[in-house]
C-alpha cells in the first residue's frame, strides 16, 4: 500500500473515532501514529501538542498536518488533512440535508451517553501516556501538578480563563529559571 | 457575495480561535450571528449536533452552517477556511522556523509548557471522568449507572493492556463504549 494511500485511510478512520474534542485524539494518535505504525515519535508528538495548543485552531489539524508532512511532504499533509475531516465532513452534510432531528434519536443519544464516558478515559489515558515519557527531575513535575491543579479548578468553578493563559505562565516561568541560571554561570 | 463571506468569515474563527472549540465558541456565535447567517437557537443545536458527531467540533460547526447557507459549496468553503491557518501554522512553525524551534530560549520556554499542557490534558480527563459520575458536582449527588459504566470500562481498557498482549485499542473503547451505551438504556 502506498504511504499516501495509508495517511489517508489511517487519518480517516481516526476522524471518524474523534469525539468530543482534540485531547481524545491524542490518545488515538499515540495508538496509531506512534505505537503501531511508528510514523512520529513521543517527543516529536509533545512538540506537536504544545504548537497546537499554542497556536489557533483544532489541534486535530494540527497533528494530522505534521505527521502527513513527516511521511510524505506536502501532499502527505494535505492528504492526511484531508482524510481526517472528511469522515465528519460527510456525516455532518448528510444530518444537514435529511434530519431534522438529529439529537431526538434516541439510541443516538444513547450510544453518545457512553462515547463520552470512553473519552474521559482516553484523555485521562493520554495523559498518563505524556506522563510516562516526561524527563528532567522535579522541576517538570512540578510544573504538571500546578498546570492539572489550576485547571481542574477552573473546570470546576467554571472560570473564564483559558488555557492559553497557563501555558504562557509556565513559559514565562521556565525562561526566567532558564535565565538565573545562565546568571549564576 | 456568499461563498466570500463564509470564507472570510470561517478563517476569522481558524485564526482566532485559541483554547480549543470550547473556547471558541464566542468568537464562532459572533461570526455567524453578525452575518446573519444563523439564529442564536439553531446555533446552539448546531453546537450539540457537532458535539455528538466524530470530528473537531469547530470543523464539524464550520460544515454545517457552511452547507446551511450555500449547500456543499458552502461547506466546502467553510471547512477548508477554517483549517486552513492550523495547517500553515504547524507546518511553519516546526518545518520552516526549525531553528528558531530549536533555539536554547525556545527549547527553555517549552520546557515548561510541555508539563503543562500535559496537566491540562490530565485534569480536563479527570475532570468529564468526574462531571460524568455526579449529576451535579456541587452536591456530589452520584448518578450510579453512569459510575458502574466508568468503572467497568476503565478496567476493561486499562486491563486489558495487563492481560492481552496489545490490549484494546482507543477505537475499540469508543465502539465498546457506544455500544455499551445502548444496552444499558434498552435494560
Redesign the interface.
Known sequence: MGILLDLFLTFA?I??????????????IQ??CIEKKGWISHDEM?????????????????CA??VG?RQKGMAG?VVA?VG??L???L???L???FLDN??EI???????????????????????R??RK?K?GL???I??????????LI??FSLRI???V??L???????S???IGREKK | MIYLDLFIGFLQVGLFAFGGAYGAIPLIREVVLSYGWIGDEMLTYMIAVSESTPGPIMINLATYVGSSQAGIPGALIATTSVILPSFVFILVIMVALKKVFQSIWVQAALRGMKPCIIGIILATGAYMILEHCFFNLSDLSVDLTATIMTVALGAIYFGSRKILKKGISPIGLIGISAIAGIVVYAL
Open positions: 478512520k476522524g471518524l473515532f474523534t469525539f468530543g474534542g482534540g485531547y481524545a485524539l491524542i490518545s488515538l495508538d496509531t509533545m512538540d506537536v501538542t504544545v504548537v497546537a495548543e499554542s497556536t489557533p485552531g483544532p489541534i486535530a489539524i494540527n498536518t505534521y508532512y499533509a488533512t481526517l475531516v469522515p465528519s465532513f456525516i455532518i452534510l444530518i444537514s440535508g438529529f439529537l434516541a439510541w443516538i443519544a444513547h450510544a453518545f451517553w457512553g462515547i463520552k464516558i470512553a473519552v474521559g478515559i482516553l484523555i485521562f489515558d493520554a495523559a498518563l505524556m506522563i516526561m528532567g522541576l517538570p513535575k510544573f504538571m501538578v500546578c498546570a492539572a491543579v489550576s485547571m481542574f473546570n470546576i483559558s488555557a492559553i497557563l501555558m505562565a509556565s513559559a514565562v516561568v521556565s525562561l529559571v532558564f535565565m
